[in-house]
């Protein structure tokens, strides 16, 4: 029997108060960073955004998904958003980062699945913008879509992600509580050994610093030896990277960080912003190994700094200074890292195509944390 639920963006997990298990990092008692959050800490506390996920599940063989990240509700072809993007570590796929790289904008839905449905990724967004009123005489459109191999927990060579699939992601997305874990394009994924997905979390800077809001949206599937706010708890666990020759555990794998701001940041600015949010993806015990696949891509939804198609007048924008962008710097860090730990903590036991991925054992790590902090 063929089971696929859609979840878009809207409920988080039920929390038990007994059992750590589902809970958020924060909610824990964990706290990572010097800066606030904002109110859901989530991508979608930056005004516009909005974030919709497929998940699907079909017996033990099948976990996979797809998540999409509008920048804004309206028309994004038409009015676009500058961008910035960075491969750490280019061992994967990021289709349409070249032209981001080139203009510095995003013109797309950002869509995240697996390895091998990235085409039917790239099809959906495409169908999508051209369907947009507004949009009927396009002729080229910029799909831009992350992955990473889940093929440990998903029988990935079955490509079971569907152009309606992805479609039915930018479709169902909405702002509010952001869905965590094994969901959409996280459904499958493994982190540190443990069962990966996708985390969010957000900082709002105080007025003194410009007030601005920042959100992260990773999706988390690469390994290392797992450090949670400074704890070595893969050590402490004795499941890390390179504990003896024999008992090796392979730190390849991927992490996209997808990263929003309603500050006015230049697309240059943004691309230094996305590199700063592997300072906290190295917190979390990440080396980048070699077959591991690290991107970043950072937008700003500031109408200050939209770019309007179809407008022949030079572009006036307002752009923050360059020695305004260092409490954007430790937001994006304390973020990713905050963002990271909330996909593990929300993760659950999965039996899957080509074995077992248990959840991080929350209750087990948490006193160790304590005891530090």
């Known amino acids: 029997m063929r089971l696929s639920r859609v979840i878009a963006g809207v409920g988080l997990l039920t929390l038990a108060s007994a059992a750590p298990a589902g809970q958020r990092a924060r909610e824990a008692g964990v706290v990572i960073g010097v800066l606030p959050t904002g109110p859901l800490n989530a991508i979608t506390d930056v005004a516009g955004v909005r974030v ?12 996979t998904g797809v998540t999409a990240i509008l920048p804004h509700g309206g028309n994004v072809f038409r009015s676009r958003v500058p961008a910035g993007f960075v491969a ?31 085409p039917e990724a790239m099809a959906a967004s495409v169908e999508w913008t051209l369907a947009q009123p507004g949009n009927e005489a396009v002729r080229s459109v910029n799909a831009v879509v992350g992955e990473t191999n889940d ?66 949206l990773v999706q988390t599937n690469y390994g290392g030896v797992l450090s949670i706010a400074g704890v070595p708890v893969g050590i402490n666990l004795g499941r890390y990277e390179f504990k003896d020759a024999v008992e090796r555990r392979s730190a390849d794998g991927s992490v996209v960080v997808v990263i929003a701001t309603d500050a006015p940041v230049s697309d240059r600015n943004l691309r230094r912003i996305a590199e700063r949010a592997f300072i906290g993806i190295g917190r979390t015990g990440s080396s980048f190994s070699n077959g591991s696949g690290d991107y970043a891509i950072a937008f700003s939804t500031n109408p200050a700094v939209r770019r309007e198609e179809g407008s022949a007048a030079p572009l006036q924008v307002t752009d923050l200074r360059n020695e305004a962008l260092s409490p954007l710097f430790q937001a994006v860090a304390e973020a990713a890292e905050e963002a990271v730990i909330n996909s593990l903590f929300a993760g659950k036991t999965v039996v899957g195509h080509r074995g077992t991925v248990e959840r991080l054992p929350v209750e087990a790590v948490l006193p160790s944390i304590a005891r530090r902090h």
């Open 151 to 216: 093929g440990l927990l998903n029988d990935i060579r079955r490509r079971r992600v569907t152009i309606a699939d992805a479609l039915r992601a930018i479709e169902s997305a909405r702002g509010g509580a952001v869905a965590e874990g094994p969901v959409g394009a996280g459904t499958g994924t493994v982190a540190f050994g443990f069962k990966g997905g996708i985390g969010t979390a957000s900082r709002k800077l105080p007025a003194s610093l410009g007030g601005w809001t920042l959100g992260v």
């Open 52 to 63: 919709g996920q497929v998940t699907i599940e079909e017996g033990k063989d099948v976990h």
């Open 88 to 118: 750490f570590n280019a061992f994967g796929k990021f289709a349409g980062s070249t032209q981001v790289v080139e203009l510095g904008e995003v013109e797309t839905p950002i869509l995240l699945t697996n390895t091998l449905n990235v």
